[in-house]
């Protein structure tokens, strides 16, 4: 019955891309895509050979690291005949491609198939996410949102309902705000020997698992959604200079803070990789982190969770009256500015096919559907007993922001990823002190630069597709 | 020589055992984590104790033409070392035996070339290679492999060069020998133990380099070691199937080096005794 559903949807995604394009009009098309293993490529990959049936083009994907791969997109924009025409893209990537025009501009495209790839059904920000000063620089292929994942089975457990209020005052449930998440690790935080939900531990229990490595900017992922949901800004709009050292910077700071109890001790080395461990293996009672990797709370074979407990979902903690800011995040498919109008427009009938709604449909019937950016996918109501955040995926996207874009991206999150790192670690002394010396770094590099190209950058109309 | 007494030689055992500790976890750390279900890949305390799975080295060679790539590995670094030893050797040759006050500077300038950063020479490489029709092609890998490792080849053989005596040169150019053949049939084979380190160096940059490869190569020349890291994907780092490419990695130097370690040791000490 199984493979009869997927043959039917594989047919009817068939059906529905055969308007895409029709067959044999790209006989004379050889398309290479530059990109990284990574779901939203993964779960194509193996499948293109559908569209060459569709289309008469031929598509090759190769995959590369995810370290380094916007350098050898840089590097492939600059040459006249480039060897790759599909690029794979991380949205804060757009201000580095935009400047340096890598990605070809598909606004009029978008808005001229608008009806075709159900426009209206696309979660707005996933859009956004791909904007560069209003144009649409990379088509969605697999949207993201920074959630909280906690120990549902735990949360439910009348013991430690009891125990919870007794000692806080408030009732046991996912938190709403920061100083309830830095509770809620507290209460938690277990040694070997201990009692949890009537259970003797063996080992030590963790309140939180929150990343705090320098590496890859780890650290500084952790950091944003964090001031974000305290109403911080990355930029002054007033200079284009950073504004991460404010009043919301410096309580995000405190908050991850007083979360380094509560954390596993190794802490200091924690990527975001490897702190979704703990929470995959049921050793922390809470965990914020991107959805992409929440699909494997769910799936024996990739966490321990599911085979001695439940994981619930619920959206990121925001600071004290402050509505809830999810951050969002896009990784996308771009076309080579470079590449030929013909490969160019093969290209788009590529993005079409393996980003479209019955596309994604189908990825999510077959079990990769962990990343979703239409409105109609997320709340399907069998979809989301299958995958069942997707209403917590749905709801935060309301009042979403978009990541960091900026060109200087890299240099922040390294630069911060850095110092706040020293600050967590006790190398330095205050929370002030951290952000300060990092918004100097930062500023040095910048202030290189004019006041109105700085202003552009960090500029964010609204993504003239909607217009 | 005196044989060490039981407390000396406790001592050096320890040592050697500390020294063995420090260089082998990482090894065991690999090997094991590549047979160690996903699940409980970074459990603390590492689980020792567990039913080894092949998964990852299934999915290794299931999701990427990993024998492909390890071939393209072996091209490039074996094809690096092949001309490197040749040019190399016979460049180190010309300024053991050249008599002219400024070669020692020659040499300098010839080992100065290794000195370039690679990030900083990639573009224009990769614009030499695109225009040329060498993009993504083990070739391209062997020339800048090649500029990296003729350097040190000529470094480290012109050293052994030296060493060896000129009277034995003379014997053969007496006996009638040309400058080639007492090059190929009395020098170079009392520089063996050289041309052994040589070859383990110059083998092993080939092998482990990243940068070049990941810059310069798509699927038809991708090398191992870029293989292995596109496993650090933006939604997941694969660290099983990371960790069975790592450890696959691991034996080709290894085989390689043992095959050179006759030469290599009697390299590596050569001179040190008189």
Partial sequence: ?467 | MNRPNRRQAVLVYLLLAVVLIVFLTPIYIIASSSVKPTPIMFQKPPAMVFTPTFEHYTQLFATRPFAKFMLNSLIAALGSTVFSLTFGSLAAYAISRIRHKRMNDVAFWILSMRMFPPIAVVVPYYIIFKASGLLDTPLALIIIYSTANIPLTVWLMKGFFDEVPRALEEAAAIDGYGLLQIFWYVTLPLAAPGLAVSAVFCFIFSWNEFIFALMLTGSNAQTVTVAVMSFWSSDAVQWGRIMAGSFIILIPGVIFVLTCQRWLVRGLTMGSVK
Avoid at chain 1, 61 to 88: C, H, R
Avoid at chain 1, 102 to 131: F, G
Avoid at chain 1, 223 to 236: A, E, N
């Fill in chain 1, 1 to 467: 019955m199984k493979h009869f559903k997927t043959l039917v949807v594989a047919g009817a995604v068939s059906l529905v891309c055969g308007g895409l394009a029709s067959a044999g009009e790209f006989d004379d098309v050889e398309l290479k895509m530059l990109a990284i293993g990574d779901t939203s490529v993964t779960r194509l990959a193996p499948i293109v050979g559908e569209f060459e049936e569709l289309t008469g083009a031929k598509v090759q994907i190769d995959q590369f690291p995810y370290p380094g791969l916007i350098d050898k997109i840089v590097i492939e924009a600059s040459a006249n005949t480039p060897s790759y025409q599909l690029m794979w893209v991380d949205s804060p990537w757009v201000g580095v491609l935009g400047e340096s025009g890598a990605l070809e501009d598909l606004t009029d495209l978008v808005k001229r198939d608008a009806a075709e790839i159900n426009l209206d059904d696309i979660v707005p920000i996933q859009l956004q996410e791909n904007t560069w000063q209003g144009r649409l620089l990379a088509f969605p292929a697999s949207g993201m949102i920074w959630h909280q994942n906690y120990r549902k089975d735990l949360y439910e457990h009348p013991d430690e309902q009891a125990a919870f209020k007794a000692k806080y005052g408030y009732d046991l449930a996912p938190a709403q705000t920061w100083d309830q998440y830095i509770d809620i690790a507290e209460f938690f935080t277990r040694k070997a020997g201990d009692t949890l939900a009537g259970e003797t531990l063996e080992k030590d229990f963790y309140g939180n698992a929150q990343a705090y490595s320098r590496v890859a900017g780890a650290i500084t992922h952790d950091f944003f959604p964090i001031m974000r949901s305290f109403g911080g800004q990355y930029w002054d709009p007033e200079t284009g200079l950073c504004a991460m050292d404010g009043e919301a910077a410096l309580a995000a700071a405190e908050v991850m803070k007083k979360l380094v109890a509560f954390n596993p001790p190794d802490y200091l080395g924690l990527m975001w990789d490897i702190r979704t461990g703990y929470m995959e293996r049921g050793e922390t009672a809470q965990s914020s982190y991107w959805s992409v990797r929440t699909v494997r709370l769910t799936n024996p074979d990739e966490a321990v969770l599911p085979t001695i407990g439940e994981a619930g979902y619920a959206p990121s903690p925001t600071g004290d009256g402050n509505a809830q800011p999810t951050m969002t995040g896009a990784l996308s498919f771009g076309i080579n500015s470079k590449a030929t109008e013909r490969e160019k427009e093969a290209a788009w009938a590529f993005i079409k096919w393996g980003t479209s709604r019955d596309m994604m449909r189908r990825f999510a019937n077959e079990g990769s559907g962990v990343s979703q950016f239409h409105k109609s996918i997320l709340s399907d109501a069998g979809l989301q007993e299958k995958y069942p955040y997707y209403q917590v995926l749905l709801d935060t996207q309301e009042n979403a922001q978009r990541r960091i874009f900026h060109p200087f991206y890299a240099d922040v999150e390294e630069v911060f990823g850095v110092e706040l790192n020293k600050y967590m670690a006790g190398e330095t002394e205050s929370a002030q002190e951290a952000l300060t010396n990092a918004c100097t770094k930062i500023n040095t590099r910048l202030k290189v630069f004019p006041q109105d190209m700085r202003l552009r950058w960090i500029a964010d109309p609204k993504a003239e597709i909607f217009n």
